[in-house]
């Protein structure tokens, strides 16, 4: 049923609609507002495309939970299993100190230079500029709370392991084994120097200058 | 005809002249807080060191600003102009129209004080707490009543698609606005979810979700179905298509909630549900693109010379490859790399800016004009307009697709030796923004489009001579209709009862099935007898982190993902979060994940870190919070907020409600003494940053006791 | 099968040069079709008879 007040439906132009040749076949008798609809069938393409999704899912939701498909944890857990093994090689690898290797290293690298990287990439948050201590202790003066000795050797465990208690982290599984090396070359030359803020003593005197 | 009785009557047209001023006053607004925002990011500075202004704070107005005030007027002038006159009838009611224009805007100025002052529920999108969402209700029910009491009193029997549209939103938005808002209050400005957790989760993201579908997208679907083929003078492309897809975006679209929430702590079924069902939702929304573009078919011509025609092609363009991407990212393989990245941000300002801000844009030239009866004053500063917008959103979206990617191709690198290749989270913010800058000139670019409209329509408006309020005429409506051969869908359409009806039944289908199971969930959240409920100084602290709006930075679930158990660690449970109201996963990773951030630093790294940042990160982009170490923080309202989670749940003991204030202080006073140690006065021991500490300080510790207690037994076994 | 694939993608440089060819590509484009003397070949393009258009009116 065409509309009775077509003076009301044409827009102010008084134009007509403009419907073209092929179209006019598809033209449905009606309007709203001056409005008409074609009745074009629906697009093969946007059919397919849909019913395509449609499948997928349905075969993708029973893999996953009809048939047994891994679920996240499993997949999680197969992948940890992989990183473990590798982080383990790693781990062997810094498990004992060698001091061999750490002293050949320091004379083929320019160990203070990366060292000082290494520090203010990762050290500096806590024990501040060159060394004065501010949430971690001063590693300028002579007082030490985990270690004997300012040497590597006593270090190193300190460095790769850190300490919970005290919000140390655990480096080793962070940065490389190179990296905690040029940490240890820095830190044993800060030895007596003056950092511009220095926190006051922690821990027990171990050294003498 | 001759025996036809023709009814005279008149359109309420003041009132869609009242809500196109107040959209464009308030477009304004949202883009000029948009820009304020993407600069914040691009640059601490600008966060100005006030509490009110920092990008916590912000960032949850420009969203509101741009969703309900500057969408939301938009539509509800594109509906009330079109629905008279798709039904041949003056509005229901000219005073309900107006108590809905005035509700609203009041709602609208509410929202910009509360929400700086910090009265936030955390939800993202329902941040308005309870007595603004109350009136949003109550301003809503009387849209509700304008809209179909004006479908009652149609001439024109059968309801054209863009109405069908209108029905699906104001029936969905209802339902969504109202089952995610219900809460228990507090006090005046403060309330807590009744749900908690993971059901949180799903019901917020079923609503935030689902206000995407029907508040920003299914009205202006219908405001396409109207404007575009008015404008060009053409018939729309296809009835058929117009049905399937309606039918089948309205019932699909409600499941996809949860792609919000993928590798979380919800059920995988229901994470794999929503992600195919995201996928079947391509091709219908596709359908509304289809029709949209094919209506111009033989009005091409038109589309390069008329702004109204080349705003809306384009909005709907950029609609068709948002609702390509959406799909994309919510295949899971997809999503573990794109989630609490950038890449969502520019997928969400394709859609809001490329389909909303546009179609928002063709309709006001459209509608200015016509209805102050002269012509644009400029079609120059439209195009001008149109190219601005266009480059600035391709800037944006350019920008947040390489930042996106490029952070998170940062955060998942492992080396060979099993390590992280950036551990240092900052490295992966320092890379990016420079895209922070080119997003933020590409919002300049937006905003300043936007100003040349409003400075074009207003000299527009200027130039009329003024429209006299224009008489129509139309027979009475048919009780029954003279049509012959109706299809069934035809007859339905006749019927808007009924019409409702299937519709409200087609959008409850998926929500009920998704979220019933989690409502349902004691058997199904594992309980663990390890998650303890915060402490009253931790609630203290949790509600400072939601105030300060820390979860628009910093998410709180980390995925079963190999590179986040080495980042953060073992991945988030659902029984961790089973206290949590509101839950705050987050969704984004503008600063790093603190699911487990207890004990990872002490308390007094965490007292630097909030006063200023740069000190333990120096190219932090996180404001200064100074305001913390001033401020005391809530102690008398804290027996309240005990009462209240404990009516919700909560199993606090007699003694914590006895003692809530005693216990609040003398947790505060442990960890003050502990910072005192290093320099800190006593006298802080009352102020913010200490509640803060005390929560931040909880996180992730239970689950780690719990995990502790498993190994234990099982190598006992 | 997709997540296997992304896992391996170690370059974060990628979606850098990504957007420099996309840019590249679309501003070279704009630039290509703008280019003097090239303004009368899209004149008559657009008179066509092409399967959707009807005649504008010139």
Same mark, same amino acid.
């Given at each position: 049923?065409?509309?009775?007040?077509?003076?009301?439906?044409?827009?102010?132009?008084?134009?007509?609609?403009?419907?073209?040749?092929?179209?006019?076949?598809?033209?449905?008798?009606?309007?709203?507002?001056?409005?008409?609809?074609?009745?074009?069938?629906?697009?093969?393409?946007?059919?397919?495309?849909?019913?395509?999704?449609?499948?997928?899912?349905?075969?993708?939701?029973?893999?996953?939970?009809?048939?047994?498909?891994?679920?996240?944890?499993?997949?999680?857990?197969?992948?940890?299993?992989?990183?473990?093994?590798?982080?383990?090689?790693?781990?062997?690898?810094?498990?004992?100190?060698?001091?061999?290797?750490?002293?050949?290293?320091?004379?083929?690298?320019?160990?203070?230079?990366?060292?000082?990287?290494?520090?203010?990439?990762?050290?500096?948050?806590?024990?501040?500029?060159?060394?004065?201590?501010?949430?971690?202790?001063?590693?300028?003066?002579?007082?030490?709370?985990?270690?004997?000795?300012?040497?590597?050797?006593?270090?190193?465990?300190?460095?790769?392991?850190?300490?919970?208690?005290?919000?140390?982290?655990?480096?080793?599984?962070?940065?490389?084994?190179?990296?905690?090396?040029?940490?240890?070359?820095?830190?044993?030359?800060?030895?007596?120097?003056?950092?511009?803020?220095?926190?006051?003593?922690?821990?027990?005197?171990?050294?003498?200058? | 005809?001759?025996?036809?009785?023709?009814?005279?009557?008149?359109?309420?047209?003041?009132?869609?002249?009242?809500?196109?001023?107040?959209?464009?006053?308030?477009?304004?607004?949202?883009?000029?807080?948009?820009?304020?925002?993407?600069?914040?990011?691009?640059?601490?500075?600008?966060?100005?060191?006030?509490?009110?202004?920092?990008?916590?704070?912000?960032?949850?107005?420009?969203?509101?600003?741009?969703?309900?005030?500057?969408?939301?007027?938009?539509?509800?002038?594109?509906?009330?102009?079109?629905?008279?006159?798709?039904?041949?009838?003056?509005?229901?009611?000219?005073?309900?129209?107006?108590?809905?224009?005035?509700?609203?805007?009041?709602?609208?100025?509410?929202?910009?004080?509360?929400?700086?002052?910090?009265?936030?529920?955390?939800?993202?999108?329902?941040?308005?707490?309870?007595?603004?969402?109350?009136?949003?209700?109550?301003?809503?029910?009387?849209?509700?009543?304008?809209?179909?009491?004006?479908?009652?009193?149609?001439?024109?029997?059968?309801?054209?698609?863009?109405?069908?549209?209108?029905?699906?939103?104001?029936?969905?938005?209802?339902?969504?606005?109202?089952?995610?808002?219900?809460?228990?209050?507090?006090?005046?400005?403060?309330?807590?979810?009744?749900?908690?957790?993971?059901?949180?989760?799903?019901?917020?993201?079923?609503?935030?979700?689902?206000?995407?579908?029907?508040?920003?997208?299914?009205?202006?679907?219908?405001?396409?179905?109207?404007?575009?083929?008015?404008?060009?003078?053409?018939?729309?492309?296809?009835?058929?298509?117009?049905?399937?897809?309606?039918?089948?975006?309205?019932?699909?679209?409600?499941?996809?909630?949860?792609?919000?929430?993928?590798?979380?702590?919800?059920?995988?079924?229901?994470?794999?549900?929503?992600?195919?069902?995201?996928?079947?939702?391509?091709?219908?929304?596709?359908?509304?693109?289809?029709?949209?573009?094919?209506?111009?078919?033989?009005?091409?011509?038109?589309?390069?010379t008329d702004p109204v025609l080349k705003f809306m092609?384009?909005?709907?363009?950029?609609?068709?490859?948002?609702?390509?991407?959406?799909?994309?990212?919510?295949?899971?393989?997809?999503?573990?790399?794109?989630?609490?990245?950038?890449?969502?941000?520019?997928?969400?300002?394709?859609?809001?800016?490329?389909?909303?801000?546009?179609?928002?844009s063709g309709?006001?030239y459209y509608?200015?004009?016509?209805?102050?009866?002269?012509?644009l004053?400029?079609v120059?500063m439209a195009n001008?307009q149109f190219?601005?917008?266009?480059? &600035?959103?391709?800037?944006?979206?350019?920008?947040?697709?390489?930042?996106?990617?490029?952070?998170?191709?940062?955060?998942?690198?492992?080396?060979?030796?099993?390590?992280?290749?950036?551990?240092?989270?900052?490295?992966?913010?320092?890379?990016?923004?420079?895209?922070?800058?080119?997003?933020?000139?590409?919002?300049?670019?937006?905003?300043?489009?936007?100003?040349?409209m409003?400075?074009n329509?207003?000299? =527009?408006?200027?130039?009329?001579?003024?429209?006299?309020?224009?008489?129509?005429?139309?027979?009475?409506?048919?009780?029954?209709?003279?049509?012959?051969?109706?299809?069934?869908?035809?007859?339905?359409?006749?019927?808007? =009862?009924?019409?409702?009806?299937?519709?409200?039944?087609?959008?409850?289908?998926?929500?009920?099935?998704?979220?019933?199971?989690?409502?349902?969930?004691?058997?199904?959240?594992?309980?663990?007898?390890?998650?303890?409920?915060?402490?009253?100084?931790?609630?203290?602290?949790?509600?400072?982190?939601?105030?300060?709006?820390?979860? %628009?930075?910093?998410?709180?679930?980390?995925?079963?993902?190999?590179?986040?158990?080495?980042?953060?660690?073992?991945?988030?449970?659902?029984?961790?979060?089973?206290?949590?109201?509101?839950?705050?996963?987050?969704?984004?990773?503008?600063?790093?994940?603190?699911?487990?951030? &207890?004990?990872?630093?002490?308390?007094?790294?965490?007292?630097?870190?909030?006063?200023?940042?740069?000190?333990?990160?120096?190219?932090?982009?996180?404001?200064?919070?100074?305001?913390?170490?001033?401020?005391?923080?809530?102690?008398?309202?804290?027996?309240?907020?005990?009462?209240?989670?404990?009516?919700?749940? %909560?199993?606090?003991?007699?003694?914590?409600?006895?003692?809530?204030?005693?216990?609040?202080?003398?947790?505060?006073?442990?960890?003050?003494?502990?910072?005192?140690?290093?320099?800190?006065?006593?006298?802080?021991?009352?102020?913010?940053?200490?509640?803060?500490?005390?929560?931040?300080?909880?996180?992730?510790?239970?689950?780690?006791?719990?995990?502790?207690?498993?190994?234990?037994?099982?190598?006992?076994? | 099968?997709?997540?296997?694939?992304?896992?391996?993608?170690?370059?974060?440089?990628?979606?850098?040069?990504?957007?420099?060819?996309?840019?590249?590509?679309?501003?070279?484009?704009?630039?290509?079709?703008?280019?003097?003397?090239?303004?009368?070949?899209?004149?008559?393009?657009?008179?066509?008879?092409?399967?959707?258009?009807?005649?504008?009116?010139?």
């Amino acid at each position: 049923m065409s509309d009775k007040n077509d003076k009301n439906d044409k827009n102010d132009k008084n134009e007509k609609l403009h419907v073209l040749e092929d179209e006019k076949a598809l033209l449905i008798d009606h309007s709203y507002d001056g409005i008409h609809e074609l009745n074009h069938p629906l697009p093969s393409w946007w059919m397919w495309t849909w019913s395509a999704t449609i499948l997928y899912s349905i075969f993708y939701f029973i893999f996953y939970h009809m048939v047994g498909g891994p679920n996240l944890t499993q997949e999680f857990e197969k992948d940890m299993i992989r990183l473990n093994e590798i982080k383990a090689i790693a781990a062997a690898d810094v498990s004992n100190f060698d001091i061999e290797h750490y002293n050949t290293w320091k004379k083929t690298n320019d160990s203070l230079k990366i060292g000082k990287e290494v520090y203010e990439e990762n050290c500096i948050s806590c024990h501040a500029e060159a060394g004065g201590g501010d949430i971690g202790p001063n590693l300028t003066d002579a007082y030490w709370i985990n270690v004997k000795e300012r040497t590597a050797t006593a270090l190193f465990p300190v460095i790769r392991d850190g300490v919970e208690d005290n919000g140390m982290p655990a480096w080793g599984e962070i940065i490389s084994k190179e990296e905690m090396y040029a940490a240890m070359a820095y830190i044993v030359s800060l030895k007596g120097t003056t950092p511009p803020e220095a926190k006051e003593a922690q821990g027990e005197k171990v050294e003498e200058f | 005809m001759n025996d036809v009785k023709m009814e005279r009557f008149k359109y309420d047209d003041e009132l869609t002249k009242l809500f196109i001023f107040a959209t464009v006053i308030w477009g304004f607004v949202a883009l000029l807080l948009g820009v304020t925002v993407a600069f914040q990011l691009a640059s601490w500075k600008v966060n100005m060191g006030l509490e009110w202004s920092t990008f916590g704070r912000l960032r949850p107005l420009h969203t509101n600003a741009a969703i309900f005030a500057f969408v939301g007027n938009a539509m509800f002038a594109g509906i009330y102009y079109s629905t008279q006159r798709l039904t041949k009838s003056r509005l229901f009611s000219d005073v309900l129209g107006r108590i809905h224009f005035w509700g609203w805007q009041l709602i609208i100025v509410a929202a910009a004080i509360s929400l700086p002052l910090g009265f936030t529920t955390g939800k993202e999108y329902a941040e308005l707490e309870w007595p603004i969402d109350i009136a949003i209700a109550v301003i809503w029910v009387v849209f509700a009543i304008n809209f179909f009491g004006t479908l009652v009193k149609r001439r024109e029997k059968h309801l054209y698609v863009a109405l069908w549209f209108y029905i699906a939103t104001i029936v969905t938005v209802t339902v969504l606005h109202v089952v995610n808002s219900i809460a228990f209050p507090v006090d005046f400005m403060k309330s807590y979810p009744v749900y908690a957790g993971i059901q949180d989760a799903l019901v917020q993201w079923w609503y935030g979700h689902n206000a995407v579908a029907f508040f920003l997208t299914t009205p202006f679907l219908g405001i396409m179905y109207y404007f575009i083929p008015k404008a060009a003078n053409r018939p729309v492309y296809s009835y058929r298509l117009s049905i399937i897809h309606f039918w089948s975006l309205v019932f699909l679209y409600i499941w996809a909630g949860p792609h919000h929430l993928l590798y979380t702590s919800v059920p995988d079924w229901v994470q794999t549900t929503a992600m195919v069902f995201s996928v079947m939702l391509w091709m219908p929304s596709w359908g509304g693109m289809i029709n949209g573009l094919l209506t111009l078919r033989g009005a091409w011509d038109k589309v390069r010379t008329d702004p109204v025609l080349k705003f809306m092609a384009t909005s709907v363009t950029f609609y068709g490859m948002a609702t390509f991407e959406g799909p994309l990212l919510a295949i899971k393989s997809i999503n573990g790399m794109a989630h609490y990245t950038d890449w969502i941000v520019g997928h969400v300002h394709s859609g809001t800016i490329g389909w909303n801000y546009m179609i928002i844009s063709g309709m006001l030239y459209y509608l200015v004009p016509k209805m102050w009866n002269t012509t644009l004053y400029s079609v120059k500063m439209a195009n001008a307009q149109f190219w601005l917008a266009t480059i &600035g959103l391709l800037l944006y979206m350019m920008s947040m697709w390489t930042a996106g990617i490029t952070q998170a191709l940062m955060w998942r690198a492992i080396d060979e030796t099993g390590k992280l290749v950036y551990p240092n989270f900052i490295e992966t913010v320092v890379r990016i923004v420079p895209m922070y800058w080119v997003r933020a000139f590409g919002g300049v670019l937006i905003l300043a489009g936007f100003i040349l409209m409003m400075y074009n329509l207003w000299l =527009t408006i200027k130039k009329s001579k003024g429209l006299e309020e224009q008489e129509y005429m139309a027979p009475a409506m048919e009780k029954v209709t003279s049509e012959v051969n109706q299809t069934a869908h035809r007859k339905l359409e006749g019927l808007p =009862t009924l019409f409702t009806v299937l519709t409200t039944i087609a959008i409850l289908v998926g929500g009920i099935i998704e979220i019933t199971p989690s409502l349902i969930s004691d058997t199904f959240v594992e309980r663990d007898s390890e998650i303890k409920p915060y402490s009253p100084l931790e609630i203290a602290g949790r509600d400072i982190f939601i105030k300060e709006g820390c979860y %628009v930075c910093h998410s709180q679930q980390i995925r079963p993902m190999p590179d986040e158990a080495l980042r953060y660690g073992p991945p988030s449970t659902a029984a961790e979060s089973v206290y949590d109201r509101p839950f705050q996963w987050g969704s984004r990773r503008i600063g790093p994940d603190l699911a487990r951030v &207890g004990g990872k630093y002490n308390d007094m790294w965490h007292f630097r870190h909030m006063y200023d940042p740069r000190e333990v990160t120096p190219k932090s982009i996180m404001p200064e919070y100074t305001w913390l170490f001033k401020k005391k923080f809530e102690i008398k309202t804290l027996p309240k907020k005990i009462k209240v989670m404990t009516a919700l749940g %909560v199993p606090y003991t007699d003694h914590q409600i006895k003692n809530t204030v005693l216990l609040a202080q003398k947790q505060a006073f442990e960890i003050t003494k502990g910072l005192n140690v290093d320099g800190v006065d006593m006298k802080m021991q009352n102020k913010e940053i200490i509640a803060l500490i005390a929560y931040l300080q909880r996180l992730g510790v239970d689950g780690a006791r719990s995990r502790e207690l498993k190994k234990q037994v099982r190598s006992e076994q | 099968m997709i997540r296997e694939f992304l896992l391996k993608i170690n370059q974060p440089w990628l979606p850098t040069l990504g957007t420099a060819l996309f840019v590249g590509i679309f501003v070279g484009m704009l630039i290509w079709i703008n280019r003097r003397g090239s303004n009368s070949y899209y004149e008559e393009a657009s008179f066509l008879p092409l399967d959707e258009g009807v005649k504008s009116e010139r």
